[in-house]
């Protein structure tokens, strides 16, 4: 039988548990998949990509079938190299699905072997996101429960 590679890209900056819900999920869905971290995607990150990768690396390591890696530039061209068949990304409410249907559009356009595969996270996070931790860590608020404990540290050791 097939064995079938997706390619989970994104910012992860940080990595929050909403993407760890739908990386949860999609390891059971999927025989191999890779976190694919856009390297320098943010004009401020707060992390720098390789603390993105070493969090993912280390929030990831209950399952065998995830790697994390980095890539750059285009994103079909960087899953064709990997020999990827899909890519997935997360939809947590219709104001994610116009920006996401347009990236997979064009996406297919370009490479049109390539399928997008859109999951959702568990509804108690359909209301979080990367950016917003940001702000609030950043803003002096309270983010337990909202990001893996390693990320916690994390930010804790940046002094938010
Ligand atoms: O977590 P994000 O920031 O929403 O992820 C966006 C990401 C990294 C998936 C997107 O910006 C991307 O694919 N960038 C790589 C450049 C690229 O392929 N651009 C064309 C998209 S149609």
Not at 39 to 50: V, Y
Not at 65 to 80: C, H, R, S, T
Not at 125 to 150: F, M, N, T
């Amino acid at each position: 039988m097939k064995s079938v590679l997706a390619i989970y890209p994104g910012s992860f900056d940080p990595v929050t548990n909403g993407h760890l819900d739908l990386i949860e999920r999609a390891t059971k869905m999927f025989d191999r998949l890779v976190v694919a971290v856009l390297r320098n995607s943010e004009k401020d990150p707060l992390f720098t990509t390789a603390e993105r990768v070493e969090m993912l690396r280390e929030v990831t390591k209950p399952w065998d079938n995830v790697e994390v890696d980095l890539f750059e530039g285009l994103l079909v061209q960087y899953a064709v190299q990997r020999k990827a068949q899909v890519i997935l990304r997360g939809i947590r409410a219709i104001s994610d699905y116009e920006y996401e249907l347009q990236m997979a559009l064009m996406n297919r356009r370009l490479e049109p072997q390539i399928e997008t595969v859109f999951m959702m996270p568990g509804e108690s996070y359909s209301y979080l996101s990367s950016s917003l931790v940001r702000e609030i860590s950043r803003l002096g608020g309270q983010i337990k429960g909202l990001v893996p404990p390693v990320v916690e540290q994390r930010l804790k050791a940046k002094g938010f």
